[in-house]
């Protein structure tokens, strides 16, 4: 046989030569019925199932660091100083967030990193600048329980 007769057998491409027997089929170990494993009535019972465990609130595990948490500035220049918002917040502080300065890529990156912190950590997130007369874009990241209102974070922002 020539090489390529013998590549196109040893890839499947050449004739088919079935004068060997299938040692498959004429396995005793399998019955002519067909696999046992789907039939039903030779299937052992099945042990009882245990009940399933239903989902219970439980209490935060992050314990507030102050009574009242303290509302702090942040006016990032790049995406580096995301730091300057994530560590306040991780901490149970509220953070303000003066974007003003940033490009919009950036900024939009930043809000996207301060969603993160929001969605990780239970807290929640106002745009300050929506509803006002301002050019500046400011957005304020709030911890879980804390006890602090928009007005107070507009006034901490200059807005009021």
Same mark, same amino acid.
């Given at each position: 046989?020539?090489?390529?007769?013998?590549?196109?057998?040893?890839?499947?491409?050449?004739?088919?030569?079935?004068?060997?027997?299938?040692?498959?089929?004429?396995?005793?170990?399998?019955?002519?019925?067909?696999?046992?494993?789907?039939?039903?009535?030779?299937?052992?019972?099945?042990?009882?199932?245990?009940?399933?465990?239903?989902?219970?609130?439980?209490?935060?595990?992050?314990?507030?660091?102050?009574? $009242?948490? !303290?509302?702090?500035?942040?006016? @990032?220049?790049?995406? *580096?100083?995301? &730091? =300057?918002?994530?560590?306040?917040?991780?901490?149970?502080?509220?953070?303000?967030?003066?974007?003003?300065?940033?490009?919009?890529?950036?900024?939009?990156?930043?809000?996207?990193?301060?969603?993160?912190?929001?969605?990780?950590?239970?807290?929640?997130?106002?745009?300050?600048?929506?509803?006002?007369?301002? $050019?500046? !874009?400011?957005?304020?990241?709030? @911890?879980?329980?804390? *006890?602090?209102? &928009? =007005?107070?974070?507009?006034?901490?922002?200059?807005?009021?």
């Amino acid at each position: 046989m020539s090489f390529f007769g013998s590549a196109k057998e040893f890839f499947g491409l050449g004739p088919i030569e079935n004068n060997e027997d299938d040692a498959y089929f004429e396995d005793s170990r399998y019955p002519e019925s067909g696999s046992s494993a789907y039939d039903r009535a030779e299937r052992p019972s099945r042990i009882e199932r245990p009940e399933r465990v239903e989902r219970r609130e439980v209490p935060s595990s992050r314990p507030s660091y102050r009574a $009242t948490p !303290r509302i702090v500035n942040a006016a @990032p220049r790049t995406y *580096n100083d995301a &730091k =300057e918002i994530g560590e306040p917040f991780r901490d149970g502080d509220a953070v303000v967030m003066d974007l003003t300065d940033l490009d919009t890529a950036d900024a939009k990156r930043i809000v996207d990193f301060a969603a993160g912190l929001c969605f990780a950590l239970r807290g929640s997130m106002h745009n300050l600048s929506r509803g006002e007369e301002t $050019t500046k !874009r400011l957005f304020a990241i709030v @911890p879980e329980h804390a *006890n602090t209102d &928009k =007005e107070a974070l507009k006034r901490s922002a200059g807005l009021r």
